[in-house]
């Protein structure tokens, strides 16, 4: 009798040792889902997509996990940097820009992926069409073929005289060619002529610079691009010495003393990124969620650059927001 007392209580001790004390905590963080998120390196909107899943009851921390993972910061390769991404197998991936979906993309072909801020996915590949992605991607696009058209025309109305309009772009990047195809054909509508200035290195913008400060344009439009992005400060610097009135697709180019910059509301953009999110948390495939395009384009108006060009904004150019 006294041995199977003994038995039992050692018995008892030896499953109470190998039962975790904090099992139910550990279930409910198993539960939680989990976000991984690919940039090339923090920027403000980031922020809008976690007010957008706050907006729509997510609390980090609580009910959701978000893994952040900057490209440039950690000194990887896109590729390898989603690879990591991948390992920790998150529930969701969230690519801003083009560099990080692609890298995503050829990493996993399971984990739904949302795409943010990609100018044509189509033809960079990401979804057969925006209206049935059909695959583990989806997302919200930046609208480029539009973006290239209001460019020429805020350009015309800066500019009323501008007759021709310096196309600085990256054929390298698969959206190249239909915005500029799309550019090309709304010139004659604007009342212009274009001609395009391929770079594809950073040492390509010496070679444009030297032949644009030969032969002069009327006007400047660098179509969105993360290379050209990495050397907005030179771009910038250019056409401010030069006096060329120049609109970018990005408003940090505005913010580093450019003209004007156009495009999609990305505090918009980002927060409905959150939506796609919830969506997919919800049971939604990517597969059926078509890409959105944006409804809102914005106008950033640097006050100081159009002073020193002696430019004045005419009425009909509605300004969202004006950097001095």
């Known amino acids: 009798m006294g041995i199977r007392i003994i038995f039992r209580i050692v018995f008892c001790t030896v499953l109470a040792l190998h039962v975790p004390q904090n099992a139910e905590s550990q279930e409910s963080k198993t539960t939680i889902p989990r976000i991984g998120y690919l940039g ?16 729509l009851g997510y609390e980090e921390g609580k009910n959701i996990f978000i ?14 940097e989603a690879d990591n991404l991948v390992r920790s197998k998150p529930d969701i991936i969230v690519a801003v820009a083009s560099p990080a979906t692609q890298a995503v993309k050829d990493a ?32 919200l696009s930046s609208g480029l073929l539009e973006i290239g058209t209001k460019a020429l ?16 772009s990256n054929p390298d ?57 990495t050397q907005r400060e030179r771009l910038v610097e250019f056409a401010a010495k030069n006096k060329l009135p120049a609109v ?17 509301n990305r505090t918009d953009m980002y927060r409905r990124a959150a939506s796609y999110v919830d969506k997919i948390l919800k049971g939604a495939s990517p597969a059926d969620l078509p890409v959105e395009q944006p409804t809102r384009f914005e106008l950033i108006l640097n006050t100081k650059a159009a ?17 001095e």
């Open 173 to 229: 990047n698969p959206g190249d060619l239909p915005t500029r195809k799309a550019i090309e054909n709304a010139a004659p509508v604007v009342g212009v002529k274009v001609a395009n200035y391929p770079v594809s290195k950073p040492d390509d913008l010496t070679r444009v610079f030297d032949t644009l400060a030969k032969a002069p344009p009327d006007g400047l439009y660098v179509i969105p691009d993360h290379l050209l992005f």
């Open 40 to 55: 090339m390196t923090p920027r403000p909107p980031d922020e809008d997509f976690r007010r957008g899943l706050r907006e």
């Open 248 to 264: 970018y697709g990005l408003r940090e180019y505005v913010l580093s003393g450019g003209l004007v910059a156009i495009g999609p």
């Open 307 to 323: 002073a020193e060009l002696g430019l004045s904004v005419p009425i009909s150019v509605m300004v969202d927001e004006v950097i």
């Open 108 to 139: 996993t072909s399971t984990i739904p992926i949302i795409f943010v801020g990609i100018g044509d996915p189509v033809a960079y590949g990401f979804v057969p069409s925006l209206a049935h992605p059909g695959g583990n991607l989806t997302g």
């Open 67 to 80: 893994e952040f993972h900057w490209i440039e910061a950690s000194g990887h390769t896109p590729a390898q």
């Open 153 to 168: 025309q805020i350009l015309k109305e800066l500019a009323p005289s501008a007759e021709l309009i310096a196309i600085i």
